[in-house]
């Protein structure tokens, strides 16, 4: 199908703007093959019960209400596919409990491999901004935006280079001239900052003694979990990119490593990870519609977004997925990801599901 921009004429002739013509239609027309809801449709699962109500119908309102009672609470607890298997109230306690908090059905293994760890993109990084301050005594921050100065950025830079020369654009500019060129550093810093490893003391970051001990011993695997915890929940994970806001995304990453959990024991495509977001909740379509472009469709868009934040940067940066590129996508922009949990992935989440 012809990709039309949301404010061009809509080639229906009406003489509005596609955004306020036909736009929903042609979504409708373009969405994956799963009942997702647009607006005025009635969701699949409501359907399936009103189905199951007898067509005599009811004598008492109560009777009813007691029939709707039974059939949601029976519909909360049954498995559906589009939650992999999960049923709607174990996904109502992942959304409503703490990160890997007890009870939650995802807990993080404290015995995990310390040399899996250290093998990590973010513990490489990590150790790396701690040595520089502790060697320095106190390494000097940038006057206006106390940020970390440039040198440590180009070395933290290098680093990314090294080490992630396939996958993600970490840099902002062949050239590093400042924090802001390396665009994870100063999620980093501020992760590292919040989890108590440095400090930001008249001008200058020091180490903490968590941060010296950090030092002295590597990265802890309780400390690696902390960082992982902040990570996930307090970071802002778009903060450098140009994809559509999608804090659902952030919201429910349970089920984003519940996919990886389920599907990746083998190689499978990315986009497979945001198809099966998709499906579970049709609503972050939604959100996608104000960037509806010429250059992809809504679900593809979703599809990158996921693809960007979850796969390319946070996973690989925390070495929890083994990421790989085929080169045989016809869209030369473009290339086909694959991802496949890493033996760190697997030794450090604990699932209770």
């Known amino acids: 199908m012809i990709q039309i921009g949301r404010n061009a004429p809509c080639p229906c002739g009406s ?38 109500l007898e067509p005599e119908g009811f004598a008492t309102i109560e009777e009813l209400r007691e029939k709707m ?22 996904m109502f306690r992942f959304q409503n409990t703490e990160l890997f908090s007890e009870g939650s059905g995802l807990e993080l293994n404290v015995k995990v491999n310390r040399k ?70 100063r999620l980093i810093r501020g992760t590292l ?32 979990r902390k960082l992982l915890n902040d990570y996930l929940n307090f970071v802002n994970w778009g903060y450098y990119d140009r994809y559509p806001k999608l804090q659902e995304l952030q919201e429910f990453v ?18 497979e990870v945001g198809l099966a977001f998709l499906r579970a909740f049709p609503q972050t379509l939604r959100s996608c519609v104000e960037h509806f472009s010429g ?15 979850f796969i390319t940067h946070i996973s690989h940066l925390f070495g929890l997925l083994e990421i790989k590129k085929l080169d045989d996508r016809k869209d030369k922009w473009r290339k086909t990801i694959l991802c496949k949990k890493t033996s760190l992935f697997r030794e450090l989440f604990i699932w209770e599901v």
């Open 15 to 52: 003489g509005k703007k596609y955004k306020h013509c036909c736009i929903d239609k042609h979504l409708r027309d373009s969405r994956i093959e799963s009942d997702i809801p647009l607006s005025g449709e009635t969701p699949k699962h409501i359907k399936e019960i009103f189905g199951q």
């Open 69 to 90: 009672r039974g059939l949601t609470d029976n519909f909360n607890q049954s498995p559906l596919d589009d939650f992999l298997g999960l049923s709607p109230e174990r």
């Open 116 to 185: 899996l760890i250290k093998n990590t993109l973010i513990a490489k990084i990590a150790d790396h901004v701690l040595v520089a301050i502790l060697e320095s005594g106190g390494l000097k921050a940038t006057t206006c935006k106390k940020n970390f100065p440039r040198k440590l950025s180009q070395e933290v830079g290098e680093i990314l280079k090294a080490n992630s020369s396939q996958f993600g654009k970490y840099l902002s500019y062949s050239s590093v001239q400042s924090e802001d060129d390396v665009r994870p550093l």
């Open 193 to 224: 900052t919040k989890c108590g490893f440095i400090k930001l003391r008249k001008g200058s970051f020091h180490l903490t003694k968590k941060g010296v001990e950090t030092v002295e011993n590597g990265l802890s695997a309780t400390a690696y």
């Open 254 to 271: 349970y089920f984003l490593l519940f996919i990886i959990h389920k599907k990746a024991d083998d190689f499978i495509m990315a986009e």
């Open 295 to 309: 250059y992809c469709s809504p679900e593809e868009l979703l599809c990158h977004t996921s693809e960007h934040r």
